[in-house]
């Protein structure tokens, strides 16, 4: 099982990036996915989570409002759509998986048990 994250840059403040993991080896469709982010010397912090529903989504009360979770099963790919950035949102975007229905623990990173290698967004 391989997540590959994808879609990050460099971007002015105030502005948008859609980010992308596509997993392989499992289907996003049977699978809780959720979005983290680290930077360097911090704790990896939460950002959103899609249950496997597709239907229950949860976000960080700091990201309500400017992102948005979604996903594509035809595609296999779940994104995270990012508006309104600011320079305290640069870090590492990390994508994660776990087979659980309603990934209600999804607010502890150490929940999650597959992870990518995270895509770079930096705004300055």
């Known amino acids: 099982v391989q997540l590959v994250e994808s879609g990050g840059g460099s971007v002015q403040a105030g502005g948008s990036l859609r980010l992308s993991c596509a997993p392989s080896?499992?289907?996003?469709?049977?699978?809780?996915m959720a979005w983290f982010r680290q930077s360097p010397g911090k704790e990896r912090e939460r950002v959103a989570a899609?249950?496997?529903?597709?239907?229950?989504?949860y976000y960080a009360d700091s990201m309500k409002g400017r992102f948005i979770i979604s996903r594509d099963g035809a595609k296999n790919t779940i994104y995270l759509q990012m508006d309104g950035l600011s320079p305290e949102d640069t870090a590492m975007y990390l994508c994660?998986?776990?087979?659980?229905?309603?990934?209600?623990?999804?607010?502890?990173?150490?929940?999650?048990?597959?992870w990518g290698q995270g895509t770079q967004v930096t705004v300055s």
């Open positions: 899609i249950a496997t529903s597709g239907s229950i989504t």
């Open positions: 080896g499992l289907s996003v469709s049977d699978f809780s």
């Open positions: 994660a998986a776990k087979e659980s229905y309603y990934c209600n623990n999804w607010r502890t990173w150490t929940y999650w048990g597959r």
